[in-house]
C-alpha cells in the first residue's frame, strides 16, 4: 500500500518557524521527484516546492523562495519542509505529492501519490 503521511504542521505566531515531514513508503522513493503543495480556503491547490531525484534540483514558488528549504533523505524515505519567517498567507493544508517524472512539480499534472495534508497556521 502506498502511503505518503505528513506530519509537524500547527499553530504558529508570524515570523515562526515549523518543519514539515513526509514519509513514504509502498514504492520507490529514489525513483520520484516528491514537492509539497498547499490548499487555503476557495483557493486552488498551488506548487510550494519540490526536490527530483536524480540531482537534487530544488524548486520553490516565488512567495516562499528564500523562507522554505526543501531537503530529502532517501535512506529514509523522507522529505523535509523547513519553513522560516513565515506569513499569515502561508496558512493552508500542506500536502505532500509524488511524481514519478524527475523534474520540478510546479503543478498537480502528473501526480502519481499524495498525502493527506497538514494544517498550518500562522496567527498575525
Known amino acids: 500500500e502506498v502511503q505518503l503521511v505528513e506530519s509537524g504542521g500547527g499553530l504558529v505566531q508570524a515570523g515562526g518557524s515549523l518543519r514539515l515531514s513526509c514519509a513514504a513508503s509502498g514504492f520507490t522513493f529514489g525513483g520520484y521527484t516528491i514537492g509539497w503543495f498547499r490548499q487555503a480556503p476557495g483557493k486552488e491547490r498551488e506548487g510550494v516546492s519540490s526536490?527530483?531525484?536524480?540531482?537534487?534540483?530544488?524548486y520553490y514558488s516565488h512567495s516562499v523562495k528564500d523562507r522554505f528549504t526543501i531537503s530529502r533523505d532517501d535512506a529514509k524515505s523522507t522529505v523535509y519542509l523547513q519553513m522560516n519567517s513565515l506569513k499569515p498567507e502561508d496558512t493552508a493544508v500542506y500536502y505532500c505529492?509524488?511524481?514519478?517524472?524527475?523534474?520540478?512539480?510546479?503543478?498537480?499534472?502528473?501526480?502519481?501519490?499524495w498525502g493527506q495534508g497538514t494544517q498550518v497556521t500562522v496567527s498575525s
Open positions: 505529492a509524488a511524481r514519478q517524472w524527475d523534474s520540478p512539480m510546479t503543478t498537480p499534472r502528473g501526480v502519481n501519490y
Open positions: 526536490i527530483t531525484t536524480d540531482d537534487g534540483f530544488a
